[in-house]
């Protein structure tokens, strides 16, 4: 039911910063949680970050803390993840996930967008 585009990707270089977006094709607020998650070349994927429906809470992989802020706009439909001091470990494809139930460390993925791809080099 719900469709996510994400964007925002690209190329970059250890120590610089990317802003990814979520663009969500209905209202978010109050209906969804939402999150972010990463698959690197050959290894498992993983969750990056989430926030609950009302964006009064998050989590964070102990991996981004301290680096990556994940926000969203309701009125836009757009969540986002800020990307700061990246390293070359940070290279995966990204993907967003909207879900209807928070686990308070997770949230549920039912829907899920295509991906946008970050490398960053050293």
């Known amino acids: 039911q719900v469709q996510l585009v994400e964007s925002g990707g690209g190329s970059v270089q250890a120590g610089g910063s990317l802003r990814l977006s979520c663009a969500a094709s209905?209202?978010?607020?109050?209906?969804?949680?939402m999150a972010w998650f990463r698959r690197a070349p050959g290894k498992e994927r993983e969750g990056v970050a989430g926030?609950?429906?009302?964006?009064?809470?998050?989590y964070y992989a102990d991996s981004v803390k301290g680096r990556f802020t994940i926000s969203q706009d309701h009125a836009k439909n757009t969540l986002y993840l800020q990307m700061n001091s990246l390293k070359p470990e940070d290279t995966a494809m990204y993907y967003c996930?909207?879900?209807?139930?928070?686990?308070?460390?997770?949230?549920?993925?039912?829907?899920w967008g295509q991906g946008t791809q970050v490398t960053v080099s050293s």
């Open positions: 996930a909207a879900g209807s139930a928070w686990y308070g460390i997770s949230c549920r993925q039912d829907y």
């Open positions: 209905e209202v978010t607020r109050n209906r969804y949680c």
């Open positions: 926030i609950s429906s009302g964006g009064t809470s998050t």
